[in-house]
């Protein structure tokens, strides 16, 4: 069974649109999609088939400060309005289509961190709620989210504990996977000052988060080289956007982010081939 594993990255993430755009329009369906962060919530549209809706959600909204903005902080504690996409957006302004979810065949999982442990988590589609709470955990970066309860648990950010999660998709039997990452060949995670500054603020109340927020990079690192050597055995496609496009974490620029898009798109086009040949 080939898997469909995707990065999270914000709105580097428009990349990640523009892959599953394609996969959308040339019929590839995997029977199975994990991914954390970002990138999960992306591949939600995936799997319901809505093309182009997350590229038109960015379009219409990355510059909406009810999306993005420091007052969001003073009604959801939020840099994020995480009632306004987990909610407004999909419920009223770009309505997500909940039955072609519940269609989707396949295996769908959305990483998340347990901030009392610090360990990975996984949860499938919650279909009674319509408000995303999985979502919101997955995206909960530290000091730009709140903590988010699921099922009476608390957690942050699934890219924390495991930021590319192949590991868990050749544990679950998928010999085969198409890997969409945000960050160009050859780029490698370091910690600096702000990393510990970081570990320290969340392990005050979280002490389990501060050695994976310290030591996060290095898991990446090797995360990313074994991704690498996968693909060298056949055994994976990665796609990931070339070191021209530069895009931030929080980019606001809507035109760098349509190349972006674009070029997630003319990628995955690139390696059809590749890709049908993990099936």
């Known amino acids: 069974m080939p898997g469909l594993v995707v990065e999270g990255g914000a709105f580097r993430g428009a990349y990640t649109d523009g892959a599953l755009d394609a996969l959308i ?19 939600y549209s995936y799997a319901s088939k809505q093309f182009g809706r997350n590229w038109k959600i960015l379009e219409q909204y990355r510059g909406d400060k009810r999306y993005l903005g420091a007052r ?4 959801c504690k939020s840099l994020f309005g995480l009632d306004f996409i987990y909610d407004e957006i999909p419920n009223k302004l770009i309505p997500f289509d909940y039955e072609a979810l519940r269609s989707y065949p396949g295996k769908l999982l959305a990483g998340v961190t347990n901030a009392r442990t610090g360990k990975a988590e996984y949860f499938e589609p919650d279909f009674s709620d319509r408000t995303f709470q999985i979502l919101r955990a997955t995206c909960a970066l530290p000091l730009f989210f709140p903590v988010i309860r699921v099922q009476g648990k608390e957690y942050y950010d699934g890219g924390m504990a495991d930021p590319i ?12 996977n198409l890997i969409i990452l945000t960050r160009e060949p050859g780029y490698r995670k370091t910690a600096g000052r702000s990393t510990k500054l970081s570990a320290a603020a969340i392990g005050r109340r979280y002490p389990a988060l501060k050695e994976v927020v310290l030591h996060r990079h290095i898991g990446y690192n090797k995360t990313v080289a074994l991704c690498e050597k996968l693909e060298q055995q056949g055994q994976a496609v990665i796609l990931r956007p070339c070191a021209n496009i530069n895009v931030g974490r929080f980019e606001g620029d809507i035109v760098k982010l349509r190349r972006l898009y ?10 059809l081939e590749q890709i049908r040949g993990l099936f």
């Open 25 to 43: 329009a040339h019929n590839i369906e995997f029977p199975y999609i994990i991914g954390v962060s970002a990138g999960i919530s992306n591949a």
């Open 72 to 75: 969001n902080f003073l009604t």
């Open 165 to 176: 999660p192949i590991r868990r998709a050749i544990d679950d039997g998928n010999r085969k």
């Open 262 to 271: 674009e070029a997630g798109y003319a990628d995955a086009e690139a390696k």
